[in-house]
C-alpha cells in the first residue's frame, strides 16, 4: 500500500470518530452532572470524600467488594439548627407557661397588707405546735418495745460489754508481759 492511501484512511478514520463522538455525545442528552461540575470529589483515606455543590452535602464514598457505596456524612450545622429549634420551642412553652402562672396568681384573693387592726394572739416560739388532726383522719402511733424486748436488748449490750472489758485486760496483760 501506498503511503498516500495509508494516509488518507488515517484522516478518514480520524473524521469519522470525531462524527460519531459528537452523534454519540448529540444522542445521549444531557451530559451526567458529575461531569456538569456538580458534585467535587476529594481523596480520603480509602475512599472519597463528594461534595454536591448546588446542595452543599457531604459523602463519604468507598469501593467494597460490591462496588462503590456513597454514605451522607452527618451534617454538623443540621444537627445544630435543630438543637437550636427545640431549644426556642422550650423558651415559647416557658414563656406561655410563666404568663399563665401570673395570670393564675393575680386572679387570687389579695392577701393582707399594710397594717392589720387587731393584734396577733401571742404564742411560745420555742414551744413546738402540735400536728392538728381533722376529725376521722388517723393518728400514727409507733408502738413502744415491750419489756421482753427491753430484757433481750439489755441481756445483749451486758454481754457485749463484759466481752470488750475481757479484751481490754487480755491487752493490758499482753503489753505488761512483754515490756
Known amino acids: 500500500m501506498s503511503r498516500a492511501k495509508s494516509s488518507s484512511k488515517l484522516a478518514g478514520v480520524t473524521v469519522l470518530a470525531v462524527c460519531l463522538a459528537g452523534a454519540g455525545q448529540a444522542l445521549a442528552g444531557p451530559m451526567p452532572e458529575t461531569e456538569n461540575g456538580r458534585y467535587a470529589l476529594s481523596p480520603a483515606g480509602d475512599g472519597v470524600l463528594r461534595l454536591d455543590t448546588r446542595t452543599g452535602a457531604v459523602s463519604t464514598c468507598n469501593n467494597s467488594g460490591a462496588g462503590w457505596a456513597c454514605y451522607a456524612v452527618p451534617d454538623e450545622r443540621a444537627a ?3 438543637e437550636i429549634g427545640r431549644q426556642q420551642a422550650d ?6 407557661e410563666n404568663e399563665r402562672l401570673k395570670a393564675d396568681l393575680a ?5 393582707a397588707q399594710g397594717k392589720i387592726e387587731e393584734p396577733l394572739p401571742k404564742s411560745d416560739s420555742l414551744k413546738k405546735s402540735e400536728p392538728k388532726v381533722a376529725e376521722g383522719e388517723r393518728k400514727i402511733e409507733i408502738p413502744l418495745p415491750s419489756d421482753r424486748d427491753m430484757d433481750r436488748m439489755m441481756s445483749f449490750l451486758e454481754r457485749a460489754w463484759q466481752r470488750l472489758i475481757e479484751m481490754a485486760n487480755r491487752l493490758q496483760r499482753d503489753a505488761s508481759g512483754k515490756i
Not at 423558651?91 to 406561655?96: D, G, K, N, P, T
Not at 386572679?107 to 392577701?111: G, N, Q, V, Y
Open 80 to 82: 445544630m439548627d435543630a
Open 91 to 96: 423558651i415559647v412553652r416557658l414563656q406561655a
Open 107 to 111: 386572679s387570687r384573693e389579695p392577701t
